[in-house]
């Protein structure tokens, strides 16, 4: 090897591991935000109003089911680790938060968590 393929592989080895670290701790920051956001949830007044925020706070990584109409719809979000399970240093670990919508008024939110062991 030459010098600049083995400065290439020294650096991928360094950038590597620092991303990698990165998307976990962001991943798990996403994850505690939207934990945050439904313990407010569940505390607002007016849960609503407090929904359409999250709304414009998370935009189009809140989903809105195809399915919607008047009487039901949902919307989700998820937040996973899959980098880090594709390169099998981790397990795949997943969590999906739904809110759903009874006749147009917010009914119920969950969350749902799920790990598939390596």
Same mark, same amino acid.
């Given at each position: 090897?030459?010098?600049?393929?083995?400065?290439?592989?020294?650096?991928?080895?360094?950038?590597?591991?620092?991303?990698?670290?990165?998307?976990?701790?962001?991943?798990?920051?996403? !994850?505690?935000?939207?934990? $945050? @956001?439904?313990?407010?949830?569940?505390?607002?007044?007016?849960?609503?109003?407090?929904?359409?925020? =999250?709304?414009?706070?998370?935009?189009?990584?809140?989903?809105?089911?195809?399915?919607?109409?008047?009487?039901?719809?949902?919307?989700?979000?998820?937040?996973?680790?899959?980098?880090? !399970?594709?390169?099998?240093? $981790? @397990?795949?670990?997943?969590?999906?938060?739904?809110?759903?919508?009874?006749?147009?008024?917010?009914? =119920?939110?969950?969350?749902?968590?799920?790990?598939?062991?390596?």
């Amino acid at each position: 090897m030459n010098g600049p393929t083995i400065a290439a592989v020294m650096i991928a080895f360094i950038l590597l591991p620092a991303i990698l670290v990165i998307h976990s701790i962001s991943t798990e920051r996403r !994850a505690s935000e939207i934990i $945050a @956001d439904l313990k407010t949830l569940s505390a607002a007044e007016d849960r609503q109003q407090y929904f359409e925020s =999250l709304q414009q706070k998370y935009g189009g990584r809140l989903k809105k089911s195809p399915d919607c109409n008047f009487e039901y719809c949902f919307y989700e979000i998820t937040v996973n680790n899959r980098p880090l !399970a594709i390169l099998h240093l $981790a @397990d795949s670990v997943e969590m999906i938060t739904t809110f759903q919508f009874l006749r147009g008024s917010l009914w =119920l939110s969950m969350t749902e968590y799920r790990v598939h062991p390596r």
